[in-house]
């Protein structure tokens, strides 16, 4: 396949009744999230949470960017999974660099465990181009109050083979790609009106915080319309690594094979949780190590 994917001007037609269930906190939305969304299958469709807005309303996620037509808000996704590409874009092939091939799978919504104002809880199924089970995921998405001024988006996620093998879970790095592209897990697409900021606690700039093992890392924008937002991010599981984009676009991802693959081990699930916090304003470190200290305590 050597064509291009086709554009995205505008979000994707939700397909369903109930594809855009909301998150709401204090009653105010926070967050829609897309179950089934009509895409392109380069795309690599999958559940997404787009727009997430901070408790002002200040919009803090992106989705289908034109210099990235598969980045799609804060969704969770690998691009090499057993061979099959389910992050959407063009595939790192070792010694040949990205091509397009027919190598898209689809993560699908299978059923609901609980639906509620601040939490969703659902079964999904990750496949490949011939509908064939990679792996089964249980998720519950939570939503709760952190101050008048933030709330904390709190994604748990559990992976267990479905092939009866171990799962493989690789990245462009793992795949031969140089320059610290190890991404493929939690990613949140952010929106900036200029270049953000990233810190961890003892590190800043997007150089020396990509690849680190830091336990949070917070991002500082301002979205284009207006409004100061800090996303905190915390939740790195073993050999997890974070992967951080400010230059080129604003992003960040839980990594889970930033330079060596990960296994799904058979007959022994994967368990991840993320935690983010979304505020309004720049928050300096002192104020984000004293939240994030709060809530993990």
Same mark, same amino acid.
Request: with cysteine.
């Given at each position: ?14 397909? =369903? ?20 969304p ?8 999958? +559940? ?21 037509? &598969?980045?799609? $808000? ?20 070792r010694?040949?660099?990205?091509? &397009? ?9 299978? =059923? &609901?465990?609980e639906?509620?104002?601040?939490? @969703? ?11 064939r ?13 952190? $101050? ?15 092939? $009866? ?12 790609r140089?320059? =610290? ?7 949140w ?13 003892d ?21 284009? $319309? ?10 790195? =599981? ?11 676009? +604003? ?13 799904v ?17 720049? @928050? ?14």
């Amino acid at each position: 396949m050597t064509a291009e994917p086709r554009s995205a001007a505008a979000e994707p037609r939700p397909a =369903g009744a109930d594809a855009e269930p909301r998150l709401v906190v204090d009653g105010v939305e926070v967050a829609r999230y897309l179950i089934s969304p009509d895409l392109d299958s380069r795309h690599g469709p999958r +559940p997404y949470l787009h727009p997430v807005r901070t408790r002002a309303g200040t919009p803090v996620t992106d989705a289908l960017p034109a210099d990235h037509v &598969w980045h799609l $808000g804060a969704s969770l996704t690998v691009q090499d999974v057993d061979g099959v590409n389910l992050w959407g874009g063009r595939t790192y092939v070792r010694g040949t660099g990205y091509t &397009w091939r027919d190598d898209h799978g689809v993560i699908a919504h299978t =059923g &609901w465990r609980e639906r509620a104002a601040d939490r @969703l809880d659902h079964d999904l199924e990750w496949r490949d181009r011939h509908g064939r089970v990679l792996l089964r995921e249980h998720r519950r998405i939570t939503a709760t109050p952190a $101050g008048e001024d933030a709330w904390w988006l709190d994604l748990s996620a559990t992976l267990t083979s479905a092939t $009866g093998a171990d799962v493989r879970l690789g990245s462009p790095a793992t795949n031969g790609r140089p320059g =610290g592209a190890g991404y493929g897990g939690f990613f949140w697409r952010a929106v900036a009106d200029g270049e953000a900021r990233v810190r961890t606690a003892d590190a800043a700039g997007e150089e020396v915080v990509n690849g680190s093992a830091a336990p949070w890392l917070a991002l500082s924008a301002s979205a284009p $319309g207006g409004g100061a937002y800090t996303l905190v991010f915390t939740g790195l =599981g073993p050999g997890d690594r974070w992967f951080v984009r400010t230059a080129m676009y +604003p992003g960040v991802c839980v990594a889970y094979a930033f330079d060596t693959p990960a296994v799904v081990a058979a007959g022994r699930p994967r368990h991840n949780r993320h935690r983010v916090l979304v505020a309004d304003g720049h @928050l300096d470190a002192a104020d984000v190590a004293a939240r994030v200290e709060a809530v993990l305590r």
